[in-house]
């Protein structure tokens, strides 16, 4: 039986006000063709970057945008006078440097109180010789720091063969869009126009130019980062040796890859590091500011602009496809008549953007698998994802159920083969291609963030699973789902959690598997589903709530450290529970409670923390839709589980 149906059952005032107040609310956000959208933030080195490259470009100054920018990055300051990658997180030096650097840039008095606390921060800690590659990168192209401080990238790359061992199809869609045309500039060495002329070398207690290679990062291995360190210094020896008609046509290569994945206005595989390394790349390669492809793709940094009367920020990416599946959900769990008409419209506006024509990047380890998925941003046709498209697949089948109609039968069918046909050899699923395991990779001098590869997570996993096991797939017939579900059971944790990858952490990856395994048929007093289940119970707050903090990401993890709660992660860890079976539990009733005491007079919850997470102990991400659309979803299934007598979560998530 779906959730969001069922006999009358005990009514609780309160609860239904929370559902109407919030349901009320997410109509109120929906965009005039029915999807909703909503602000996808990041720390403060995007908004930093994007003023860094109008500099690199020479632009003429926006000095109102610019003013609003450093406002935002002035607000989002630490405590401890350097820039988190989360709110009220941990000092980060790249995050300080870039910051720092960009109000300077602005036009920030280095003996301004905030500035000289950021230098103090900085220096206390080394200083800005421990800066992370791509931070380094950059500070070549403005002249800081000589490219001797960086790995050697030669573009010639792009004509390796499939089968060397590396290849740029052998690396994850955001590190292969970000590299190609980084391999560019690597090649040219520009120097930014850096009209003010403005340095930063207040931020080192060394010369800049005579800071050599980066050390090993805590990820890597001594004896595989020996070998490729041996090997980038042999490849800067014989790199101004490599022929010159080699180096074109490895550019054009390079360009062509660009070229054929402009993707509009919306971007080279349409988040930032990678548009705005091809920006640069034109750049470098002369090409004026109104050659087509350079303006189109100068356009596209513009539609990532959050501008507000005082202040201006700007998103690593836009995430249209998700919020409206997401949103779907909680309005089809919502159930009334106008929550249920919302959600046909966001998924009539969802349809047309499944992508069934162009094979992208994920066809060359999956030739034979026709396309079939949704991408995460408006258009972005060689990067669909699975869990976007899982996600859209049971939205698409829940009204389907609910309508008796077969107007989505086609998308079904083709979101379903296409995720089949991604499954990795290990039974998990990855977010956007099959077999990216080459784990060797990570210990690379560029890949000091250690997320260079696509490999497959339980969180995506589990949404894969649930997904075949809604359309009716079972462990004892379909060989895709019993694979499914044995990865799942290998990749729990002995405290009985799942790491989640997409989103913080434990918490998001455990609700995301307790989903998949109640929906493929696991019985809830199966072991692995009861010390999940005892898991979440123990984490819950004092309040009622659930928090867990960046922080859990450290390679280093001996088990959940408590954080302060918040709303999304409380709405995880209730729709965990209840797909275990315990909606009665009394840690649900007060999970509930604290969503409801906290709900604010607009009808929705306040939340300033990140709750997920772009690359682990790298990057996060605050989705503003979160603490909007989940709350109501978890509340609207406790009501509707309360309402029936198997209370069971009859659909995949």
Request: glycine share 8%; net charge neutral.
């Amino acid at each position: 039986m779906d959730s969001s149906t069922g006999t009358a059952g005990p009514y609780n005032p309160a609860l239904e006000r929370s559902i109407g107040s919030a349901t009320r609310a997410m109509l109120d956000l929906r965009r005039p063709d029915g999807h909703w959208v909503f602000e996808l933030e990041a720390d403060c080195t995007i908004p930093a970057e994007y003023v860094l490259l109008r500099h690199f470009l020479g632009e003429p100054v926006d000095a109102a945008l610019e003013a609003k920018i450093a406002v935002y990055l002035r607000r989002v300051q630490g405590a401890h006078g350097g820039w988190p990658l989360v709110h009220d997180g941990a000092f980060d030096m790249s995050a300080s440097v870039k910051a720092y650097f960009a109000l300077k840039m602005i036009g920030d008095s280095v003996d301004a109180p905030h500035m000289k606390r950021a230098r103090e921060a900085i220096l206390s800690r080394g200083g800005g010789i421990n800066s992370n590659v791509f931070t380094r990168f950059m500070l070549c192209m403005f002249g800081v720091m000589s490219w001797k401080s960086v790995p050697v990238l030669p573009v010639e790359i792009m004509l390796l063969p499939l089968w060397s061992p590396f290849h740029i199809n052998k690396i994850s869609y955001w590190a292969r869009t970000t590299m190609i045309p980084l391999m560019v500039l690597a090649a040219l060495k520009p120097r930014a126009r850096n009209p003010k002329g403005t340095r930063i070398d207040e931020l080192f207690l060394q010369d800049p130019k005579s800071i050599g290679m980066t050390a090993k990062a805590p990820h890597q291995s001594p004896l595989w980062f020996a070998l490729f360190r041996s090997l980038d210094i042999v490849l800067r020896a014989l790199e101004p040796l490599f022929p010159k008609k080699l180096r074109r046509r490895a550019i054009d290569a390079a360009v062509a890859y660009v070229e054929e994945r402009l993707n509009g206005e919306d971007g080279v595989g349409a988040i930032f590091p990678p548009i705005a390394n091809t920006i640069m790349m034109y750049d470098a390669l002369g090409f004026p500011p109104d050659y087509p492809q350079r303006a189109i793709a100068r356009r596209s940094l513009e539609l990532l602009l959050v501008i507000r009367e005082d202040e201006a920020y700007c998103q690593p990416c836009v995430s249209p496809v998700w919020d409206t599946a997401l949103a779907t959900h909680a309005m089809i769990e919502a159930g009334s008549a106008e929550a249920l008409q919302s959600a046909r419209q966001g998924l009539d506006w969802l349809l047309p953007r499944q992508e069934l024509k162009v094979k992208g990047d994920w066809a060359v380890k999956r030739p034979d698998v026709r396309p079939g998925g949704w991408a995460f941003q408006y258009n972005n046709a060689y990067y669909p994802d699975l869990d976007d498209t899982a996600v859209v697949v049971m939205a698409l089948d829940r009204v389907r159920r609910h309508d008796g109609s077969s107007n989505y039968d086609a998308a079904i069918d083709r979101g379903r083969e296409w995720i089949e046909g991604l499954q990795s050899r290990d039974g998990g699923f990855a977010a956007f291609d099959a077999d990216n395991l080459e784990y060797y990779l990570n210990n690379i001098p560029f890949s000091d963030h250690g997320a260079l590869l696509d490999p497959p997570t339980e969180d995506v996993t589990a949404r894969c699973v649930s997904m075949l096991a809604q359309l009716g797939q079972t462990v004892e017939g379909s060989p895709a789902l019993k694979a499914g579900v044995d990865y799942l059971r290998r990749t729990q944790l002995a405290e009985g959690s799942w790491y989640g990858r997409w989103g913080l952490n434990y918490i998001y990856g455990t609700w995301s598997v307790l989903c998949a395994l109640n929906a493929a048929g696991v019985d809830h007093q199966d072991p692995v589903i009861r010390k999940a289940a005892e898991w979440l119970v123990s984490t819950q707050n004092p309040d009622g709530g659930w928090g867990e903090d960046a922080s859990s990401y450290r390679l280093d993890y001996k088990g959940y450290e408590r954080a302060p709660t918040t709303a999304s992660q409380t709405a995880w860890a209730l729709l965990g529970l209840m797909a275990a079976g315990e909606v009665g539990h009394p840690a649900v009733k007060r999970g509930v409670e604290y969503l409801i005491s906290t709900q604010t007079e607009k009808g929705l919850w306040d939340e300033q923390r990140y709750t997920a997470t772009g690359f682990p102990r790298v990057f996060y991400l605050r989705y503003h839709g979160y603490s909007k659309f989940f709350p109501l979803w978890a509340l609207a299934r406790y009501r509707n589980l309360r309402s029936t007598n198997s209370r069971v979560v009859g659909v995949g998530m």
